[in-house]
């Protein structure tokens, strides 16, 4: 098991950019992937960006790419979502999810644990 926390989120202005934190619990975070995903009111939950257990692989929305980046600190058992350019539609709960599924994965039914959420809202 790994318990997930996410940190960061906030109201920001259009243009601005946020560093969101998921801090993992546990030995065991080496292994697993990770992923970020957001859930606007009334809209589905979407994948933003994913990462594999190295941290050498990603994959990105094409909402996030040029925008966003993914990494992570194994030995700080954290992952990060670095947004940058923010746009009012990025407005939404953004979740940290972790999966032992090996390499890149951005199907959020593959993720097991998922943090509780941090809220960003961008205004314009």
């Known amino acids: 098991q790994v318990q997930l926390v996410e940190s960061g989120g906030g109201l920001v202005q259009a243009g601005d950019s946020l560093r969101l934190s998921c801090a993992a619990s546990g030995r065991t975070f080496r292994s697993y992937s990770m992923g970020w995903f957001r859930q606007a009111p009334g809209k589905e939950r979407e994948v933003v960006a994913a990462?594999?257990?190295?941290?050498?692989?990603?994959y990105y929305a094409d909402s996030a790419k040029g925008r966003f980046t993914i990494s992570r600190d194994n030995a700080k058992n954290t992952v990060y979502l670095q947004m940058n350019s923010l746009k009012p539609e990025d407005t939404a709960i953004y979740y940290c999810a972790a999966t032992r599924v090996s390499g890149v994965v951005y199907a959020g039914e593959k993720y097991a644990y998922w943090g509780q959420g941090t809220q960003v809202t961008v205004s314009s």
């Open positions: 990462i594999n257990y190295s941290g050498i692989s990603t």
